[in-house]
């Protein structure tokens, strides 16, 4: 197969990016499960927005300090000066957020957050955002999604990617030929016995990015949520109870039902609070009472969440939820420039995958939606840049039938894959 540009990921990375590409440019995205099943459908708390410029430096502030100031200041700048500019084209392209009674936008707090500066819809924001923007990428005649293909592995000569290969739907192993290459495959959360994220999230990007010698950053900056509900059957995704319900009032009770910790420090910090309250108190989890939140503003707000404890056997409106910290998110990842580009020519990262440092240490709460779709954007317009021309040489690059074979055993590629990535993670904290 041959194709323009290849898109491997179809978050709301993936689908910016390929919705701010040429149009005469054949791109083709393609997605390991079916294409709702991404961690950006998932994303409940909200989108972070530069209100005005009053909020400038607190905003900075805040997103560096959770960061423990390990954070790009470039990069920083850019995701806050650019929110505006992105929050105004998703509303144009008719994705809604809360507003209030004069038709202002409603602005929403999380942990970390000095300020009320988070856009909302419901507590389903990432499936209102991604939704749209898959409906508008499937409006392009010249972008085709591909759902349950799977990248396997980079197509690379002289440091220059030239496609992937790729798993199809009906299990046969090729090669997909493209001029440029952009990774958009999420986080590493598949990898972990607890994770909130998907779990065919499994960091597939920053294995082959490893393999072929493509830098990368901060692998070992891995974000574990310090609220998800809790559940004895950890083969099930954990559930995210927002950061949001905490910012509107929620609170933490020890196994004596007493506050034990500010709800509102950020993520790290709390998480580690919460795993001490629990070594402590000898106990799996710590409790969560929403009986402070208003009853409309928990239905309104949070309709999600209720349903699900709901499900799950709790009555938010009359009982405390039991809850436990769970790995959520990857600051790390493939290195990039502030326009996407990796240490390997023809080769981009937009997304979870990436890291251009613009989240340091630990990730402010709803920065990551606003991130992904601000540095996809740059990687979209400098691609769109550049005239890449496939060099001839590759033109006729397919791998044979016989250096296939080695991809053909599935399970035993995704275990290489994750020692690989969990190795790594476990040198480089060893090191520090
Ligand atoms: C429960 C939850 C709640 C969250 N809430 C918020 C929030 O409120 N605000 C916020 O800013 N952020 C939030 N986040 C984080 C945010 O959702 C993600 O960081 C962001 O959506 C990542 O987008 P992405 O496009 O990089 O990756 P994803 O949306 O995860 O998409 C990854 C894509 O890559 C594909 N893929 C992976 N490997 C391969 C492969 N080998 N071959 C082909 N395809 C592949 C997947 O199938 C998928 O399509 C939340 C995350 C979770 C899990």
Redesign the pocket.
């Known amino acids: 197969m041959k194709t323009d540009i290849l898109i491997?990921?179809?978050?709301?990375?993936?689908l910016y990016c390929a919705l701010h590409l040429p149009k005469e440019k054949q791109v083709l995205i393609?997605?390991?499960?079916a294409v709702r099943?991404?961690?950006?459908f998932?994303?409940?708390?909200?989108?972070c927005m530069l209100k005005d410029d009053s909020d400038y430096e607190s905003y900075f502030e805040d997103t560096m300090r959770a960061g423990h100031y390990e954070n790009n200041p470039e990069s920083v700048e850019i995701m806050i000066r650019s929110s505006q500019t992105v929050v105004k084209e998703l509303i144009r392209l008719g994705i809604s957020f809360q507003r209030e009674e004069n038709g202002e936008l409603s602005f929403t707090r999380e942990g970390g957050h000095s300020q009320k500066r988070i856009l909302f819809h419901e507590d389903i924001?990432?499936k209102e955002i991604t939704s749209k923007l898959l409906e508008r990428v499937k409006a392009r005649p010249n972008v085709q999604i591909l759902e349950y293909?799977?990248?396997l592995d980079l197509l690379s000569e002289d440091n220059c990617c030239y496609g992937a290969v790729v798993r199809l739907p009906d299990g046969t192993v090729t090669t997909v030929l493209a001029e440029t290459t952009v990774l958009?495959?999420?986080?590493i959360g598949g990898l972990y016995r607890y994770t909130?994220?998907y779990r065919?999230?499994t960091g597939?990007?920053i294995a082959v990015a490893f393999k072929h010698g493509v830098a990368l950053e901060h692998i070992n900056y891995v974000q574990i949520h310090p609220t998800t509900l809790y559940c004895d059957k950890p083969q099930e995704r954990s559930f995210?109870i927002?950061e949001s319900v905490r910012g509107e009032g929620a609170v933490l009770y020890n196994k004596n039902m007493e506050r034990f910790v500010d709800e509102l420090l950020p993520r790290d910090i709390l998480t580690k609070k919460i795993y001490e309250q629990m070594e402590k108190d000898q106990t799996p989890y710590v409790w969560l009472s929403m009986e402070h939140i208003p009853k409309e503003e928990l239905t309104v707000h949070f309709p999600n969440i209720v349903k699900h404890c709901r499900e799950k056997g709790y009555d938010v409106f009359r009982e405390c939820i039991p809850v436990v910290p769970a790995q959520?998110?990857f600051m790390g990842g493939i290195r990039i420039d502030l326009f996407g580009r990796t240490s390997m020519g023809q080769l981009y990262a937009v997304?979870?995958?990436a890291c251009n440092g613009v989240h340091g240490r630990n990730r402010l709460a709803?920065?990551?939606?606003?991130e992904?779709l601000v540095f996809a954007g740059r990687a979209a317009e400098e691609i769109t840049r550049q005239k890449a021309v496939m060099p001839v040489k590759r033109q006729g690059h397919m791998l044979s039938e016989e250096s296939l074979l080695p991809y053909q055993d599935e399970e035993a590629l995704a275990a290489g894959y994750k020692k690989t990535i969990l190795n790594e993670i476990e040198r480089l904290n060893n090191y520090v």
């Open positions: 491997v990921g179809a978050g709301c990375a993936g393609i997605t390991k499960d099943h991404s961690d950006s998932l994303a409940q708390g909200g989108i924001t990432g293909a799977a990248m958009a495959c999420g986080g909130t994220n065919h999230l597939d990007g995210l927002s959520h998110y997304g979870e995958t709803s920065n990551s939606l606003l992904s």
